[in-house]
């Protein structure tokens, strides 16, 4: 899996849009970026995924750079619960078992 | 949406003991993992399980652990003689065959051992 950056901590107002920056400049061409989020000590939950692609889904819109070499993840109105920690993966699609590995993220605040 | 259920929600046990910690997968998922992460770090990848055996382990998942799915519907991680080095969040998760990477955690099972 290709290595990830992400800034340690952020912090977003409650309604405003939080936009989480993820760099993956070795992102390989079957590689597609996923976007996991950890709430205080619950289990990691999924997000989004793309490959080139914008994408939306009903929890949060992923923009990739036409070079694929970041990306960013967008909470269009972010709330009070949407407060974890925010995990990008550099990641191709294997069809195994094999381990989704998780680095240390972004811990996003969102404040009143 | 289905869900990933693990139990029991909170474990304490003596230095020693023997642990097993019971998830119920999404029914129609083939593939199955252990996770921990211990206070204050890191996710950490410990099993997958796949077809009634190990795809892949990390160094952590030595012979003190192992995993089983007795029957069609549980996937159990045992821990044979429990370390205080072992007290953590343990999460199962499952994803379905083929296609991505998205896989369902459960909500946690924490493991204090004293």
């Known amino acids: 899996d290709a290595k990830t950056t992400q800034p340690t901590s952020m912090d977003c107002a409650e309604g405003r849009a939080a936009n989480l920056p993820c760099n993956h400049s070795?992102?390989?061409?079957?590689?597609?970026v996923y976007w996991y989020r950890q709430i205080h000590s619950q289990g990691p939950q999924y997000i989004i995924h793309?490959?080139?692609n914008n994408e939306t889904n009903e929890m949060a819109s992923l923009i990739i750079t036409e070079d694929r070499k970041s990306s960013t993840l967008i909470l269009p109105h972010a709330t009070l619960r949407d407060t974890a920690v925010y995990y990008c993966?550099?990641?191709?699609?294997?069809?195994?078992?094999?381990?989704?590995?998780f680095g240390t993220g972004t811990r996003l605040q969102v404040t009143l | 949406e289905p869900e990933v259920t693990q139990t029991p929600s909170h474990q304490v046990t003596q230095m020693g003991q023997e642990v097993i910690l019971r998830c119920v997968p999404i029914?129609?998922?083939?593939?199955f993992y252990w996770y921990r992460q211990i206070l204050g770090q890191k996710v950490e990848f410990l099993v997958s399980f796949y077809n009634n055996e190990i795809s892949e382990k990390s160094e952590i998942f030595d012979d003190q652990f192992s995993v089983e799915r007795p029957d069609g519907s549980n996937f159990t991680l045992k821990i044979r003689s429990t370390k205080l080095e072992d007290s953590a969040m343990y999460f199962c998760a499952s994803r379905t065959r083929g296609g991505t990477e998205k896989l369902f955690f459960g909500s946690g099972t924490q493991l204090s051992v004293l």
């Open positions: 793309g490959l080139k």
């Open positions: 993966i550099a990641r191709r699609n294997t069809g195994t078992a094999s381990k989704l590995t």
């Open positions: 070795t992102i390989s061409g079957n590689e597609y």
């Open positions: 029914s129609n998922h083939l593939y």
